[in-house]
């Protein structure tokens, strides 16, 4: 009986059920359904098993998402820097710097604002892990102890919620001092360029408010008369 190779699972437990509902150990079904299932199994093509199509179906974990279309957004940002570094925030609970992330610190300008911002997304995951603008009064400052280290202040975005950024104290780590000094030369330059675009913005709303207080004394002579 047990030598018979590939013999019907159905017969087997035919005959053990004719030994009785209750009399047959469930030891002994276990050792029986193990040898015809091996049996069975030896006669398959693993190869078959191995290239065979999934049917399987599952349905997404989170629901109601949407693919959102960001190229118009990005049209309008335009890289003028980019350069490999570490990027590291200083916690304050632990009074050390810690790792924000590895990748690509770029220096854009955003066509609707005319002004430049630093962003780095982590190489890995994509995730956005600075995004802040280049203060017109946020020097650079050399990192005790490394030439190829810059620390500044800056107000990030990359958490932002409903639009509030957050002040961080951020260093930048890059992989020698000749590339460290390449960047600073490049942040100071585009530092420059943001600080006259803001003094333009601040004339021009200096402009409109002055605009604004004449039409105001124009309509009050009008009621006076």
Sequence with gaps: FFSARGADIGVALS??????????????????????????????????????????????????????????????????????????????EKSAWITRGKGNIRLQKHEDSSLYQMVLYEEKTFKLRLCAIIHPTAKLSANEGSDRTWTFACTDFSEAEEGKGVIQSCAIKF???????????????????????????????????????????????????
């Design 175 to 225: 992989r020698n001092s000749e590339i460290a000094d390449k960047f600073k030369a490049e942040y100071e330059k585009y530092q420059e360029m943001n600080k006259k675009s803001s003094s333009k913005k601040t004339e021009k709303k200096e402009e409109a408010k002055k605009e604004e207080v004449k039409q105001e004394a124009k309509k009050e002579d009008k009621t006076a008369k």
């Design 15 to 92: 005959f053990l059920g004719n030994l009785g509902a209750f009399s047959v150990p469930i030891c002994v079904v276990s050792v029986v359904w193990k040898y015809f299932d091996k049996s069975g199994m030896s006669e398959l093509k693993m190869s078959e098993v191995r290239n065979a199509d999934s049917t399987a179906e599952f349905a997404p974990v989170v629901q109601g998402l949407k693919e959102v279309d960001n190229a118009a957004a990005l049209a309008k940002i335009k890289t003028v820097y980019e350069q490999r570094c570490l990027l590291y925030f200083f916690a304050k």
